[in-house]
């Protein structure tokens, strides 16, 4: 292997081994945005993973007589830190089309260390860049399925932030044209998920909101979301109420008896699992999602929910499982 074949994959491997550093703190910034134990783990993991990949990689540039920059991955992580504060003010599928664009980055550059190492004859870094490759691809086609899971609605393998949450309300808001229509109803509420705003927004398009108020101010939020979607739906208000079942749905109050799967409330678990697998509209999973999370809360029937919308969305995307 000639001097410059070598000085070349160096550089190479200081810069993965820099966007490897970055790629562990967000890994490590991610779990405690993961919305089950499931990816919990499998963040913690990933995390995991990656500081083997970068000792994997500190070693290769030993190997070639090089030295591993400490500065490098120190600043890495240091701007996954940033990142990870100045990301609290963007909506949540920016943040994570972030970290897709740094996962690309690093297959990238693994397969053109795997091309460079190939050239140069250098079997072990073709190996390690294989490795790369492999974990690179697959944490795409991860992130990529997320972001389709948030596109259909959710619920994704990642909860906003409040932070997250808020400026994604407030840029869909935003987004509203003037003349509403039922899909814009149904954005706003979902984003604002909250009875006030949901019923004001009502009442500034001209639905007659004065009767609900008075029906509900004493009650509950649960209550009040239920009895404006009852009241609105006698008044002929369908667009309407149907934006209010949605909020519902979103916020796990809709009975039991309302959930896309017959007598649910008397499945075990198992039984909860294999229906919620047959199912096959998303809108229909999150409901039971929704209502699991509010209610039961067993963390198996939630899981197999998620799986179930993840393999929604990786037919959707195209990736095979």
Do not use: C
């Amino acid at each position: 292997m000639t001097t410059a074949e070598t000085t070349t994959l160096l550089a190479q491997l200081r810069t993965l081994l820099d966007l490897t550093s970055t790629e562990i703190q967000v890994a490590e910034t991610r779990v405690a945005q993961a919305r089950t134990e499931a990816v919990r783990n499998e963040l913690t993991q990933n995390a995991s993973n990656g500081r083997d990949r970068a000792e994997a990689i500190e070693q290769a540039i030993r190997d070639l007589g090089g030295f591993p920059d400490v500065i490098g991955p120190f600043l890495g992580r240091a701007a996954a830190a940033v990142k990870a504060l100045t990301e609290q003010a963007q909506p949540f599928d920016e943040a994570l089309l972030g970290d897709l664009a740094l996962e690309h980055q690093l297959l990238d550059r693994a397969r053109y260390t795997k091309a460079l190492a190939v050239s140069a004859r250098n079997k072990d870094v073709e190996n390690l860049a294989t490795r790369l490759i492999t974990a690179h691809a697959a944490t795409v086609d991860w992130l990529t399925t997320v972001l389709a899971e948030d596109a259909l609605g959710g619920p994704a393998a990642l909860r906003r932030t409040p932070i997250q949450a808020f400026t994604g309300a407030t840029v869909k808001l935003v987004n509203v044209p003037v003349t509403w229509t039922t899909r814009g109803i149904d954005r706003a509420l979902d984003s604002v998920r909250s009875v006030p705003p949901a019923l004001n927004e009502l009442r500034n398009r001209g639905v007659n909101a004065g009767e609900i108020a008075a029906k509900t101010i004493s009650a509950s939020r649960d209550a009040a979301l239920n009895a404006a979607e009852r009241v609105t739906r006698q008044e002929g208000a369908d667009d309407a109420a149907d934006a209010l079942h949605n909020a519902r749905s979103a916020t796990g109050v809709l009975d039991a008896s309302e959930l896309p799967i017959a007598d649910y409330e008397d499945l075990n678990v198992s039984q909860a699992v294999a229906a919620v697998k047959d199912l096959e509209d998303a809108a229909d999973i999150r409901a039971v999602i929704h209502y699991e999370e509010a209610h039961k809360n067993r963390s198996s029937v939630v899981s197999a929910a998620q799986t179930r919308v993840a393999d929604i969305a990786k037919e959707i995307v195209g990736i095979n499982s």
